[in-house]
């Protein structure tokens, strides 16, 4: 069913989310700490979680819900891409790959949801 598609990809992305912020808190490893870094992430992974279990609420709501969602997210990694640009943010190899994986996952998600949007309506 198309609608398990786009929850799937929510799962995915919040998983990484929350990955990528036990990385950053220091706890999946050690010297890539980033205490504002881990913080965001999980704020990103809380409202993909969130558009998630709204989507099982609403299901009419899933295709606005996961698309909301995911252009947060998308919006949240550009702001950390731009502050590892501009030197603010961790700039380390891992952090790069992060943000890399983070925004075709996104990409692929929010092309997938809005794919399925007429699907859904039926």
């Known amino acids: 069913m198309k609608i398990n598609v786009i929850r799937s990809f929510l799962v995915l992305e919040a998983v990484v989310f929350f990955l990528a912020a036990l990385f950053h808190f220091g706890i ?8 504002k870094a881990g ?12 558009g998630l279990i709204l989507s099982f609420l ?50 692929l998600g929010l092309m997938t949801t809005h794919r399925y949007k007429r699907l859904l309506q039926n």
């Open 39 to 50: 913080t965001a992430e999980t704020v990103i992974g809380g409202v993909l979680t969130l």
């Open 28 to 35: 999946l490893t050690t010297g890539y700490e980033h205490q």
């Open 58 to 107: 609403a299901k009419e709501w899933t295709h606005r819900l996961a698309m909301t969602a995911q252009g947060f997210a998308l919006l949240g990694v550009f702001v950390g891409i731009i502050m590892i640009t501009i030197g603010v943010g961790p700039r380390t190899p891992p952090d790069v790959l992060i943000h890399m994986l983070m925004v075709i996952l996104l990409l």
